[in-house]
Antibody, heavy 124, light 113 residues
Framework: EVQLQQSGPELVKPGASMKISCKASGYSFTGYTMNWVKQSHGKNLEWIGLINPYNGGTSYNQKFKGKATLTVDKSSSTAYMELLSLTSEDSAVYYC?????????????????WGQGTSVTVSS | DIVMTQSPSSLSVSAGEKVTMSCKSSQSLLNSGNQKNYLAWYQQKPGQPPKLLIYGASTRESGVPDRFTGSGSGTDFTLTISSVQAEDLAVYYCQNDHSYPLTFGAGTKLELK
């Protein structure tokens, strides 16, 4: 069974940084791209960026450059997203979601598997 | 950035009805080289992460009931549920899978009467 298990909810102070983990199991970790998605107020979905676990290559949404840093640890099949200099605007649920490359079928980063989400609240 | 516009924002239907929802992109999602549209649909139920329903505009993900059908090309896309069931209560999102940054529509909320 494929699972993406994310770390637990976080309450952090403004200006702090924090890291969310996403541990993959049940599939080839290096065979899928890992995306990170922000959902604010239970509604809007925003793509933060992605990382290729095979070679560590990344692509970021310009909006989140300087805000998020994506890394992986292949040895433990875990992806990480560090969020920097947090403000109230960063309060949201963050998801990791993996994509299987199916270019000839019209899918490059369609997100097949999702973590359960990590709630981040930024408050003093 | 490609802007994804979904309509309507909400739909109230009875079980068994046919439902159609729209997704329009500000730029074409069609790859002229292979004639594939890079458009995905997701279903999100309350308290759950999104679930991939459709990719390539019309290919159902494994395990998705055949009452869900995706269609369209270029900039205009449609998700149809042929006979709505109670378990289809959810928000449906479309996603640009063509160009960075990947972008999502604002969603269509399906409510049952």
């Amino acid at each position: 069974e494929v699972q993406l298990q994310q770390s637990g909810p976080e309450l952090v102070k403004p200006g702090a940084s924090m890291k969310i983990s996403c541990k993959a199991s049940g599939y080839s970790f290096t065979g899928y791209t890992m995306n990170w998605v922000k959902q604010s107020h239970g509604k809007n979905l925003e793509w933060i960026g992605l990382i290729n676990p095979y070679n560590g290559g990344t692509s970021y949404n310009q909006k989140f450059k300087g805000k998020a840093t994506l890394t992986v640890d292949k040895s433990s099949s875990t992806a990480y997203m560090e969020l920097l200099s947090l403000t109230s605007e960063d309060s949201a649920v963050y998801y990791c979601a993996s994509s299987y490359y199916r270019y000839d079928e019209g899918a490059v980063y369609a997100m097949d598997y999702w973590g359960q989400g990590t709630s981040v609240t930024v408050s003093s | 950035d490609i802007v994804m516009t979904q309509s309507p924002s909400s739909l109230s239907v009875s079980a068994g009805e046919k439902v159609t929802m729209s997704c329009k992109s500000s730029q074409s999602l069609l790859n002229s080289g292979n004639q594939k549209n890079y458009l995905a649909w997701y279903q999100q139920k309350p308290g759950q992460p999104p679930k991939l329903l459709i990719y390539g505009a019309s290919t159902r993900e494994s395990g998705v009931p055949d009452r869900f059908t995706g269609s369209g090309s270029g900039t205009d896309f449609t998700l149809t549920i042929s006979s709505v069931q109670a378990e289809d209560l959810a928000v449906y999102y479309c996603q640009n899978d063509h160009s960075y940054p990947l972008t999502f529509g604002a969603g269509t909320k399906l409510e049952l009467k």
